[in-house]
């Protein structure tokens, strides 16, 4: 007997066909497949409760964030307008332009998940802050303390 699972809105495969990731850069997907449990979905974990981890995201121009994997609710703000270019775990790349205060609310079931990476494209720094909620269906991916902002001595 077959069960299919009913995914949420913002869910994103991981495609297993290497030909759908023949346009992207030489290493790009290696780097996802190494990167398939990285819960860093941003630069500096800036506070975190048993219910939500807020994040800072800095992307200087010309950068890129390494591949990460969101598993449960979350949303991010842009603090500044800037290019981007998004790296998606099913093979899909797509160009966006932000602007200042845009923000996006993703939702995920049990289950679900988007791995993904985002380039700065732009001649201008990106800097968003995401909130991450982690009492959702999924249990929260593990980060490392070297990422938690640390008190200035």
Known sequence: MT???THGPDHVVINRDLNAFAHWPDGLYQEMLSDLDNGCVGSVLVSETDTMRIWHLHIPAGGRCRFHR???????SALVGGKARGYFS???IRDVVHYAGETKHFDYGEGDHMVHSVENIGETDLLFTTVEFIDGPNA?????????LKKPD
Do not use: A, I, K
Request: aromatic share 14%.
């Open 140 to 148: 929260p991916l593990d980060v490392p303390d070297s990422v938690r």
């Open 3 to 5: 069960t299919s699972q």
């Open 70 to 76: 969101h598993v449960n609710r979350y949303f991010w």
């Open 90 to 92: 099913s093979g899909e």
